[in-house]
């Protein structure tokens, strides 16, 4: 066939028409079309969650000293979700976006699987699988030639609280072992138990009875910022703010930085940081000086009334206390009247979420004017709440090696000639360790992360290196873990049974018992268990000390007669019992917590910011959490400072551009966020960032403050009442 | 609004008993501390990345708590938080105007005459993000990656709601499946209503401050009727006409004139109801 030029146009045109005809009115590119689409959204990696039986169970929140009521929601033996227990006396249904989160603790990567045993350098991730008895005999070996050596004493073991069962199992084998060195993480704990042994004679911490309270004046506490028990004081807060046209509570926030807390309160003071001490002072001389304060509570209720008021008196005018302040005096005498005549007064005390023992002198004196408007043990005020780490249990056998152990000194030194006062100074433990390489020779770690929580980071990494081995108990690869030589990974706190202490700042005594709600994910054992195992394999008297079966004998035993009743409904609200003895006012000068640095070259003051969104104890911030953080504190992985424009423009920093803040302590670089919101001259860093451990949602994010600050002791506790450090921020 | 309520059983239109379900937040209460936020990611299903830490443009809230100030200078500055789940707009009318709706070309999003929820159907949606484009309030998100969670973390998922794939939008459902999940209920136990405790979002039920209200806005029963009426309620953008059934309460005046952005002198004849 000869094709000539016209049937080619001919045939092309035809043909084309035709294949336009044909995508038309043929289903198939519409059915492709679809086809592609349904395909795009069927990628088999999407998960689809398993169905199933759903329940409920109920059990405590440990991821604080909070200790909420949590109920969790299951799918068949999957928890899908953590919700507060309603009822519950702590939290009635409320929950934190920490405990919210930790289903992500639970499943997360972060999990310790099994009992592990560092392989390579300390730090560097790598780990080996060994069984449960292997691990167990590696403690033992080297825990019974420390004790063959005689230096039992050179063991160390740091658990969060002293509160409980577990903590106390620890405690007990440290002196059935035959080391006086068992030790406590610091928090704001540590000044109130001492301030109540001095001011009321009680081993006990102080419990506030916020929600009877009209008239809150804070101290810096974060109280929406997870201060206390979280849940529970933003509860007491939504008191305070509800109200018929007019709220039921007026609150009164003194801090230099507009937190949530000061922007949510009536009245927001901005004084002078390191200062407060002095303005508590002044409002006492304010009350005194217009006869304003209880005379009945004062003059039968108290002792060292007479010399206190002559210290309140000579030295504390609001003239004087409004330059040292920076608060006028008519605002100083106003805010005394207001306070004294508000009808149910509280003064509040523990900077931020209280993490940081802080000044003892400052908690007295914010104490004292509790005590001046007759506001102890009584309804809307301060409450003695009664603390006690006595379990019934019988008394320690100690063999010649224990004895002559725990006769040696603490190494921290308290309770010695030097610091009497305290229980444990843990702030310490890496200059002992610094100036002393050979003082520990094995540090066992339950539930604390002190790598990570301890001030001063980088003499903390310099210390663990220093300690030839390191036992954790974590159930997570915290710093700390991270750091070991060994893991022996505790149950999560959904997979296991312990009792829970009172949640601070409470005024009631509610004693928890936390429960299994969830099998057991990996290859771990609960640390009651692990620590009485270690215990009767080095046999003898540190064998015979624990005369139980299992933690969970131990637990039954110590509950006692509330058992049952735990057992049953997972808690006992007891009836406080008003502890008798008199208020003593504590008449001394303070002196000024000095902050570390040269005021020459670091004319800055760093402050710690403590978020309710940031987790900043030994706890990471799960994945949940992170993301919910302001793009003004963390921005990828670099961390924003908070700092006022007038500061910015006096040394050159300009919004969102990267600085180099430096202390005496650290150095790293940040991100500048300008804010109207803090005072000239401070520098504010968000604490719970910069973590190591963990895993790539968490570590490497931002910088740890801690790594800024340095130990600065109190004058009169020896603990640490570092709230801030001289600092430096040049733009580069 | 019509006063033709039938104790507890949301009001009658036409055949079917209709129900409008809505939030009232109190602003004074509200703490900013992200309880929701995390509450509505657990319930929710809803995906994170390592990287996304702050990446306001590519992450996925379905509730979202913004931090606003006033602007004053230190030591007169003060900042709100003000949480934002999808606002399901009712528009005005009969043809109703919720932007979303309006403009999606896939019908994968529709406004529910029953409840006044505005639904999202993912397996509909193919990703044009129009409706991204036209929601006034920023709750829609698009799932630029697929949904990965670490190992072992799929264990958690909450089969009540399905996990998304990339490529479509979603946003805030007023946790549609615990209406379901109520529903099935009630009918289980002969009732046609579902009582106001029976269905509670996620971010309502967490709220420690219990800042957040839900409930039918037309039930006389339900504590929103009443709340929504307080003289300190407000909407965001109420110029736009969009008809939110989220309202806001604040004592403060800057946070409520915030509420609103007007341009020229729009904002002059609207009244704040």
Not at chain 1, 141 to 159: E, F, H, N, Q, Y
Not at chain 1, 421 to 426: A, D, E, G, I, T
Request: with cysteine.
């Amino acid at each position: 066939m000869k094709l000539d030029r016209r049937a080619f146009i001919e045939l092309t045109v035809g043909a084309s028409l035709g294949a336009g005809a044909g995508i038309t009115f043929s289903p198939l590119p519409w059915k492709l079309t679809d086809d592609v689409a349904i395909w795009t959204q069927n990628w088999p990696w999407t998960p689809v969650p398993s169905e199933g039986q759903v329940s409920h169970a109920d059990t405590i929140c440990n991821l604080c000293p909070g200790h909420c009521g949590i109920t969790v929601r299951k799918v068949e033996g999957r928890v899908t979700k953590i919700e507060g227990r309603q009822g519950y006396p702590v939290n009635d249904g409320g929950i934190c976006p920490l405990g919210a989160a930790g289903l992500q603790l639970l499943y997360g990567p972060w999990r310790v699987p099994g009992p592990v045993r560092r392989v390579g350098k300390r730090g560097e991730r790598n780990w080996e699988r060994i069984s449960w008895d292997k691990a167990i005999a590696e403690v033992v070996t080297k825990l019974s030639d420390l004790r063959s050596k005689g230096k039992p004493d050179t063991v160390a073991c740091i658990t969060a609280t002293d509160q409980g069962t577990v903590p106390q199992l620890f405690s007990r084998f440290m002196e059935a072992y035959g080391s006086p060195n068992y030790i406590r993480t610091a928090s704001a704990e540590d000044t109130n138990e001492l301030a109540m042994k001095l001011l009321q004679g009680k081993d006990a911490s102080v419990g506030y009875d916020l929600e009877k309270a009209n008239f809150i004046l804070s101290f810096g506490s974060g109280l929406i910022e997870g201060w206390g028990s979280p849940v529970r004081t933003i509860q007491a807060h939504s008191k305070w703010r509800s109200g018929n046209g007019k709220k039921a509570a007026t609150v009164v926030q003194i801090e230099p930085r507009l937190s949530n807390t000061a922007a949510k309160a009536d009245m927001w003071y901005p004084v002078n940081p390191g200062t407060e001490t002095a303005l508590a002072l002044g409002l006492a001389h304010v009350i005194i000086k217009d006869s304003l304060y209880d005379s009945t509570f004062v003059n039968n209720s108290t002792s060292g009334f007479a010399e206190w008021r002559k210290m309140v008196m000579s030295e504390y005018s609001p003239g004087d206390v409004s330059a040292t302040t920076g608060l006028s005096a008519a605002k100083i005498t106003n805010l005394a009247r207001a306070f004294a005549k508000a009808g149910r007064p509280l003064a509040v005390w523990g900077r931020g979420k209280g993490t940081t023992p802080g000044s003892l002198y400052e908690c007295m004196a914010v104490l004292a004017l509790n005590a001046l408007v007759g506001n102890i043990n009584k309804s809307g005020g301060v409450w003695t709440t009664l603390r006690s780490t006595d379990l019934g249990w019988p008394e320690v056998p100690q063999d010649r090696i224990a004895s002559s152990g725990n006769g040696k000194p603490r190494l921290d030194g308290a309770g010695t000639q030097n610091y009497p006062l305290v229980k444990y100074r843990p702030d310490e433990l890496p200059k002992i360790i610094n100036d002393n390489p050979e003082a520990i020779q094995a540090l066992l770690v339950h539930e604390a992360d002190p790598y990570f929580t301890t001030m001063d980071t980088n003499r903390v990494a310099e210390a663990f290196e220093k300690i030839p081995f390191i036992v954790s108990f974590s159930t997570y690869f915290d710093e700390t873990a991270q750091h070991a030589d060994l893991i022996l990974p505790n149950d999560h706190y959904l997979e296991r049974w312990e009792d829970i202490p009172s949640p601070v700042g409470f005024h009631k005594e509610v004693l928890g018992v936390s429960r299994p709600v969830v099998d057991r994910q990996f290859d771990t054992k609960h640390a009651g268990d692990t620590v009485m195992a270690i215990a009767k394999k080095l046999g003898g008297t540190v064998a015979n000390a624990f005369p139980w079966d299992d933690y969970e004998a131990v637990l039954k035993e110590a509950m006692g007669a509330d058992w049952d009743t735990l057992a049953e409904s997972g808690y006992v609200a007891k009836a406080g019992s008003t502890p008798s003895g008199k208020f003593e006012f504590y008449a001394k000068p303070y002196e000024p917590i000095e902050l570390e640095g040269d005021s020459y070259t670091q004319p800055l003051t760093l402050i710690p910011m403590e978020l309710m969104r940031l987790a900043s104890g030994a706890i990471g911030n799960p994945p949940f959490c992170t993301k919910t953080l302001e793009e003004t504190e963390l921005k990828g992985n670099d961390l924003f400072v908070e700092v006022n424009p007038k500061t910015a423009g006096d040394y050159g920093l300009a919004d969102e551009k990267y600085a180099m803040l430096e202390t005496y302590r650290g150095k790293a670089k940040v991100l500048i966020h300008l804010s109207e919101g803090i005072m000239p001259g401070l520098v504010g860093i968000p604490k719970g960032l910069g973590h190591t451990g963990y895993d790539d949602y968490l570590a490497g994010k931002g910088v740890n403050a801690n790594s800024f600050m340095g130990v600065v002791e109190d004058p009169v506790s020896g603990l640490s009442a570092t709230w801030g450090i001289r600092a430096k921020l040049t733009s580069v | 609004m019509k006063d033709a309520h039938h104790k507890g059983e949301g009001h009658q239109e036409g055949h079917g008993t209709v129900y409008k379900y809505g939030m009232v937040i109190n602003l004074d209460k509200c703490t900013g501390c992200g309880a929701c936020m995390v509450a509505c990611m657990a319930e929710n299903n809803i995906p994170f990345r390592k990287e996304d830490t702050n990446d306001r443009l590519t992450q996925n809230f379905w509730m979202r708590v913004y931090k606003i100030s006033n602007g004053g200078s230190f030591p007169d500055n003060d900042i709100c938080y003000l949480p934002r789940p999808c606002m399901h707009c009712e528009g005005h009318g009969h043809h109703n105007r919720t932007p979303c709706v309006t403009v999606c070309p896939a019908v994968a999003t529709d406004y529910n005459h029953e409840t006044g929820i505005v639904s999202q159907i993912y397996t509909r949606c193919f990703g044009c993000r129009y409706c991204m484009a036209a929601c006034p309030y920023h709750v829609r998100v698009f799932n630029w990656w697929d949904p990965k969670w670490p190992e072992g973390m799929e264990e958690y998922l909450n089969p009540d709601v399905s996990p998304r794939m990339r490529g479509v939008v979603e946003k805030c459902s007023f946790c549609f499946h615990r209406l379901q999940r109520a529903r099935n209920k009630a009918y289980s136990e002969d009732r046609r209503e579902v009582h106001e405790d029976e269905y509670q979002t996620a971010c309502t039920q967490a709220c420690p401050a219990g800042a957040i209200t839900f409930g039918d806005l037309t039930n006389p029963e339900h504590k929103v009727y009443e709340l929504k009426k307080t003289p300190n309620a407000f909407r965001l953008l109420e110029v736009l006409g969009t008809n939110p059934k989220v309202y806001y309460t604040s004592s403060r005046a800057w946070v409520r004139k915030a509420a609103d952005v007007y341009v020229g002198k729009e904002g002059s004849g609207v009244t704040h109801t």
